[in-house]
């Protein structure tokens, strides 16, 4: 069974900091990973997604890397900015099944 | 562009009440469609999935059923809810296979 752990659980920096989220899953037999955005009481927001034969994608401040023989994954987030203050999540696509396999996230706070 | 649509946004329903949730999807055709619930404190639970009208498959023994009475219509039920079915509840879709989920803006059940 897919299992997808995200460390730290709440990160606090101040603003104007890169910072690294992390993200690992046991069963490396995956058709992608996809980083979401979740603001408080509000649905997912898709970030980026990497495709099992990709290493990363970036897209604006946002670099994602997959390393899928280690299962592993970092969200880079250059910059940051109080507008990152978010909990983002990470979601693997098994091979097997077609649902998304969610960590628990990170909560993210950028002090101004 | 596609677009996803769920509704209502809150509910606050009795114990013991019928539950019906909506979700719809536009600007696509054959859907992949997912209902997940958000407890609080914790990740999200894939509850149905379905990747065509009349298939659902369910992860999760429980007091709730789903339905796709049309390809881009997913609806969440129940007949008698529970305490313990309290929660956020997320609509999402993809494509097949390896493409981009997306998600709705969720439903905030408490039952009371």
């Known amino acids: 069974k897919q299992e997808v752990t995200q460390i730290p659980a709440a990160l606090s920096v101040p603003e104007g900091e890169n910072l690294v989220l992390n993200c690992s899953f046991t069963?490396?037999?995956?058709?992608?990973l996809q980083w979401f955005r979740q603001d408080p009481g509000k649905g997912l927001t898709s970030l980026l997604l990497i495709q099992s034969s990709q290493r990363e994608q970036t897209s604006g401040r946002l670099n994602a890397s997959l390393d899928k023989s280690s299962g592993r994954s970092t969200l880079y987030i250059a910059a940051s900015q109080p507008g990152d203050s978010a909990t983002y999540l990470c979601?693997?696509?098994?091979?097997?099944?077609?649902?998304?396999?969610f960590g628990s996230g990170t909560q993210l706070t950028v002090l101004p | 562009s596609q677009t996803i649509h769920q509704w209502p946004a809150t509910l606050v329903q009795p114990v013991g009440s019928p539950l019906s949730l909506e979700c719809t999807v536009e600007?696509?055709?054959?859907?992949?469609l997912y209902w997940y619930r958000q407890a609080a404190g914790r990740g999200l639970q894939l509850l149905f999935y379905?990747?065509?009208?009349?298939?659902i498959s369910s992860e999760v023994p429980q007091n709730l059923s789903a339905s796709r009475p049309q390809d881009r219509q997913f609806i969440l039920s129940s007949k008698k809810l529970l305490l313990s079915d309290s929660g956020f509840y997320l609509c999402?879709?993809?494509?097949?296979?390896?493409?981009?989920?997306?998600f709705g803006q969720g439903t905030r059940l408490t039952v009371v």
């Open positions: 979601a693997v696509k098994v091979l097997i099944r077609r649902q998304l396999t």
């Open positions: 069963d490396s037999a995956i058709y992608n």
């Open positions: 999402a879709w993809s494509g097949q296979l390896n493409t981009e989920a997306f």
């Open positions: 379905s990747v065509g009208i009349g298939q």
């Open positions: 600007g696509t055709s054959n859907p992949n």
